[in-house]
């Protein structure tokens, strides 16, 4: 069984930061791209930002510049530094992962969701 748990949500202010974790556990041979993903109310989940297994990084137009995803290998982590905070920027953020378990199995999980609330 795999899990990926998320951390680091919370309410900031506007021009604030905040980083996001998320930690994958389990049977876990190999990880491939990593992401970050958003859903504000009433609107469709999105994506923010990937990160492959070799480092290539994309992130989406609304927050080039701002948002920064790293992973570090060794701990099956994914992070995302958001800098220069928006109130659009709040969301329920979710960890997504393609990985290969132990079994051979190669699927796609999820995290449970972290809130980001961005206001004064």
């Known amino acids: 069984q795999v899990q990926l748990v998320e951390s680091g949500g919370g309410l900031v202010q506007p021009g604030g930061s905040l980083r996001l974790s998320c930690a994958a556990s389990g049977s876990i041979f190999r990880i491939y791209t990593m992401g970050w993903y958003r859903q504000a109310p009433g609107k469709q989940r999105e994506l923010v930002a990937q990160?492959?297994?070799?480092?290539?990084?994309r992130h989406v137009d609304s927050v080039k510049g701002r948002f920064t995803i790293s992973r570090d290998n060794a701990k099956n982590t994914v992070y995302l530094q958001m800098n220069s905070l928006k109130p659009e920027d709040t969301a329920v953020y979710y960890c997504n992962a393609d990985i290969q378990r132990n079994a051979g199995n190669r699927g796609t999980y999820w995290g449970q969701g972290t809130q980001v609330t961005v206001s004064s």
């Open positions: 990160v492959t297994g070799e480092g290539s990084t």
